[in-house]
């Protein structure tokens, strides 16, 4: 562990967030009016009255990994086997900040299994989306610490120095994911509609972690000797995670979870005859519309996301732990190869005893997502959204988090193309600009994928991709050609 720190350290940011991928979720194609199954993390209540008669999802992934402190040259982009390999990679294509008092990295991914929506009739819609799920948080990292680590604890101007900090954490939690959802207009009256959404999960714990520290002091004397003083935390460990043994089993759980939404939109049709909507041209063609079959004006939404949690068992080699002492040896650190060998060296080491419970809940990071939709002429639409994360503060360690952001989202789409280009801005400082593109049964984007080509350097990179069986509602011609089955005649004849 010493010599790792000395020799390696200038990588660790890196590899911390990169530890979790053995990202807003799909940002920008969540705000598509033919997201279907894919829309159900966001806001369950997209799945009534969406477009498609039956929509199922092959595969479907996101990934998102961000820190604000490491920098990387963006040829590690488009040349990574060359710039990697390269014997002084930090030298040469790394870059560490030095404007903030605190330090985060994150790491969200999420993998989604066969899934499938259906509409049981116009109003009511069902589904079920299995996943495997994994966040990793870094939390509150001070500046000096963070320093030491990027220079391998070799640097010199920090030494003699005492730093403190009220509180740091870091949490890891991958679990398996099984998603119920029903979804229904609860109201219509031809002017407002409110549809209503809730998910209902069944979790399988496969393995986490938490390590925490409250209230210290520290003073690195040098690369070898560091004093310490009032450190009081805890290291908890599920089985898997202290053997390193990751399998398909109970780790930990069950556990229960649940979204809930409620979406609200404004009709075009009655309104035109006060003239607070502007009326649309919608051309036909073959039968077939040519812009975006939606018909709403505007529409606004919020939803409560993953709010639960999972029980897991406490392996016997967590540790609580206090350190307070002048001289501490970093050579004890030598020897640790694993989490299990982390909490065996804090317990000789630090007065460490097994933690009295035999379960930990390890809370999933609940969220709460607010939008505004408006829906433009033909083909165009613009979307602002607004996500606060549950869980962030120092009052609850044993969590995972998302991070806080806004998001403003331009979109063109039809029944079979769609693109969109969100701009976001997150409570890390960051600013991503990323695009999305819909094809038939494909989506492929990234939500920071604009910004990093047009920087010489990025802190994060996020990837969305989905690959679907498409079953649009079925056109009746005796109805409104081009309309799907759900009759939508107030369109028809329109100036």
């Not at 720190?5 to 940011?13: Q, Y």
């Not at 790394?94 to 989604?112: C, G, I, R, T």
């Amino acid at each position: 562990m010493h010599y790792f720190l000395r020799s390696c350290a200038p990588i660790l940011w890196v590899l911390l967030s990169w530890s979790g991928l053995v990202a807003q979720d799909w940002l920008g194609y969540h705000t598509s009016n033919y997201a279907g199954i894919h829309a159900v993390g966001y806001n369950p209540a997209f799945l009534a009255g969406n477009n498609y008669k039956l929509d199922v999802s092959l595969l479907a992934m996101h990934a998102r990994v961000q820190n604000n402190y490491v920098n990387l040259d963006i040829q590690t982009l488009f040349n990574p086997e060359e710039t990697f390999s390269e014997p002084n990679f930090d030298d040469r294509y790394m870059y560490y900040s030095d404007h903030k008092e605190f330090y985060d990295a994150y790491v969200n991914l999420h993998v989604q299994a066969p899934a499938f929506m259906f509409q049981l009739n116009e109003r009511t819609s069902f589904g079920f989306a299995p996943a495997i799920r994994s966040f990793t948080n870094v939390n509150r990292v001070d500046e000096n610490l963070a320093r030491l680590i990027s220079e391998g604890l070799d640097y010199p101007p920090l030494f003699n120095q005492e730093f403190g900090n009220r509180w740091t954490q870091g949490s890891i939690n991958l679990w398996a994911q099984y998603s119920f959802t029903g979804a229904r207009t609860l109201y219509d009256n031809g002017m407002v509609r409110l549809k209503g959404g809730l998910s209902l999960h069944l979790l399988q714990g496969l393995g986490a972690g938490v390590l925490y520290g409250n209230g210290y002091n520290y003073i690195f004397h040098n690369q070898d000797t560091l004093t310490m003083r009032r450190l009081q935390g805890e290291l908890v460990l599920s089985p898997a995670l202290a053997n390193q043994n990751f399998g398909f089993g109970f780790d930990g759980g069950p556990g229960f979870g649940l979204d809930a939404g409620l979406i609200l939109e404004i009709v075009p049709g009655t309104f035109e005859r006060d003239g607070l909507i502007r009326p649309k041209r919608y051309q036909e063609h073959w039968g077939l519309r040519t812009e975006d079959e939606t018909d709403y004006a505007v529409r606004l939404g919020i939803s409560f996301g993953d709010i639960g949690f999972i029980p897991y068992p406490v392996h016997p080699s967590s540790a609580s732990f206090e350190v307070s002492l002048d001289s501490i040896p970093l050579s004890i650190f030598d020897g640790v190869e694993g989490p299990a060998d982390l909490g065996e060296m804090l317990e000789d080491n630090f007065q460490g005893i097994n933690p009295n419970d035999s379960t930990v809940l390890m809370w999933l990071p609940g969220r709460i997502d607010a939008f505004v939709d408006f829906k433009l002429n033909y083909n165009l639409g613009l979307h602002f959204g607004g996500r606060f994360a549950l869980w962030t503060g120092a009052s609850n360690a044993f969590k995972s988090h998302y991070l806080h952001q806004f998001t403003v989202t331009p979109r063109w789409e039809i029944k079979w193309f769609g693109a969109y280009s969100p701009l976001s801005f997150d409570h890390m400082g960051l600013i991503n600009w990323g695009l999305s593109l819909r094809a038939g049964p494909v989506v492929i984007g990234s939500g920071d994928l604009l910004s990093n080509l047009l920087k010489t350097r990025y802190s994060g990179i996020s990837f969305h991709f989905g690959i679907r069986l498409l079953f649009p509602n079925i056109n009746i011609s005796s109805r409104n050609p081009g309309c799907d089955s759900f009759d939508r005649s107030y369109l028809k004849g329109r100036p």
